[in-house]
Nanobody, 123 residues
Framework: QVQLVESGGGLVQAGGSLRLSCAASGRTFSSYAMGWFRQAPGKEREFVAAINWSSSSTRYADSVKGRFTISRDNAKNTVYLQMTSLKPGDTAVYYC????????????????WGQGTQVTVSS
């Protein structure tokens, strides 16, 4: 069992930056691939980024490639999402998720989810 708690969301102007954190409970955090997803009002939850257990492999949605960076610190049981050059289109609730499989880009590949943190980008 893994419990996930996101933090770091907020209101930022376009062009600004934010770093999201996701703290995980459980001694097996390092064995899970981790992902970030987001969901805007009226839209489906979409993949943002994922990282494997050793940080040797990462994946990004085309819409965030070059602007967002996913990383993890297994000693702290935490995964991060550094977001730069934010756009109003990045406004959404951001969720972290844990997968017992290799990093996936679909929600069905994840076993555990956090409650989400709101990110709002003003123009």
């Amino acid at each position: 069992q893994v419990q996930l708690v996101e933090s770091g969301g907020g209101l930022v102007q376009a062009g600004g930056s934010l770093r999201l954190s996701c703290a995980a409970s459980g001694r097996t955090f390092s064995s899970y691939a981790m992902g970030w997803f987001r969901q805007a009002p009226g839209k489906e939850r979409e993949f943002v980024a994922a990282i494997n257990w050793s940080s040797s492999s990462t994946r990004y949605a085309d819409s965030v490639k070059g602007r967002f960076t996913i990383s993890r610190d297994n000693a702290k049981n935490t995964v991060y999402l550094q977001m730069t050059s934010l756009k109003p289109g990045d406004t959404a609730v951001y969720y972290c998720a844990a997968s017992a499989l290799t990093p996936r880009t679909t929600t069905s590949g994840y076993n555990y989810w956090g409650q989400g943190t709101q990110v709002t980008v003003s123009s």
